[in-house]
Nanobody, 124 residues
Framework: QVQLVESGGGLVQAGGSLRLSCTASGRTFSSYTIGWFRQAPGKENWFVAAISWLGSSTDYADSVKGRFIISRDNAKNTVYLQMNSLKPEDTALYYC?????????????????WGQGTQVTVSS
């Protein structure tokens, strides 16, 4: 069982930066792939980024490549999403999710555990 709590969201102007954190409970955190997903009002939940269990592999949605960086600190049971050069279209509720496995996975259906989300709003 893994419980996830996101933090770090807020209101920022276009071009600004935010760093989201996803902190997990559970001793087996390091064995899980962690993904970030986002959902804008009236839209589906979309993949943003994922990091493998040891942090050796990462994957990003095309829309955030070169702007967002995902990383993890297993000693702190935390995964980070550094978001730079933010755009108004990045506005969404951001969720982190966990699934067992050693790769990076874009399909949200494979993720077993989800946090409650943190709101990111980017003003133009």
């Amino acid at each position: 069982q893994v419980q996830l709590v996101e933090s770090g969201g807020g209101l920022v102007q276009a071009g600004g930066s935010l760093r989201l954190s996803c902190t997990a409970s559970g001793r087996t955190f390091s064995s899980y792939t962690i993904g970030w997903f986002r959902q804008a009002p009236g839209k589906e939940n979309w993949f943003v980024a994922a990091i493998s269990w040891l942090g050796s592999s990462t994957d990003y949605a095309d829309s955030v490549k070169g702007r967002f960086i995902i990383s993890r600190d297993n000693a702190k049971n935390t995964v980070y999403l550094q978001m730079n050069s933010l755009k108004p279209e990045d506005t969404a509720l951001y969720y982190c999710a966990a699934r067992p496995g050693r790769g990076t996975y874009k399909n949200r259906s494979g993720y077993d555990y989800w946090g409650q989300g943190t709101q990111v709003t980017v003003s133009s």
